[in-house]
């Protein structure tokens, strides 16, 4: 069986390191952007079964990234997860308004987040 591919997408390169270590020690591939800019280069040559998002990041912030891969019509079912430290509802009406699918709050549960993914890819 192929290993899901996950694209991570967050400017802290703690969260990343995290994200690379939980997920690639659960068996998927993992790539990562430090921004939304970063994380659309990657989805034009790349393909993935789920995207893992931060929401506040320079260049181009997680919801304008979720709005951009949304716009393209080949990505409208792809899973988008949003890893953030927002709580505010404001906040995950806007990412969800976006096309976000999820909502994980750092620090985030390394199990949880695995059956998360599960849950959204299959």
């Known amino acids: 069986m192929t290993a899901l591919r996950v694209l991570t997408v967050d400017d802290s390169r703690t969260i990343l390191a995290m994200l690379h270590h939980t997920l690639s020690n659960a068996g998927f591939e993992v790539l990562q ?4 800019k970063q994380g659309l280069d ?5 393909d993935f079964d789920v995207i893992i998002t931060d929401i506040n990041m320079p260049v181009m912030d997680g919801i304008e990234f ?3 891969v949304r716009a393209t ?4 079912s792809l899973p988008i997860l949003i890893l953030t430290t927002e709580t505010s509802q404001d906040k995950r009406d806007q990412g969800k308004a976006a096309g976000g699918t999820g909502w994980i709050v750092k620090p985030f549960d390394p199990e949880k987040l695995i059956s998360v993914i599960h849950r959204v890819v299959h």
Not at 33 to 36: L, M, Q
Request: glycine fraction near 12%.
């Open 73 to 76: 019509g080949q990505h409208q």
């Open 42 to 46: 990657l989805l034009k040559t790349q």
């Open 66 to 68: 979720i709005r951009h």
């Open 33 to 36: 952007a430090e921004d939304g």
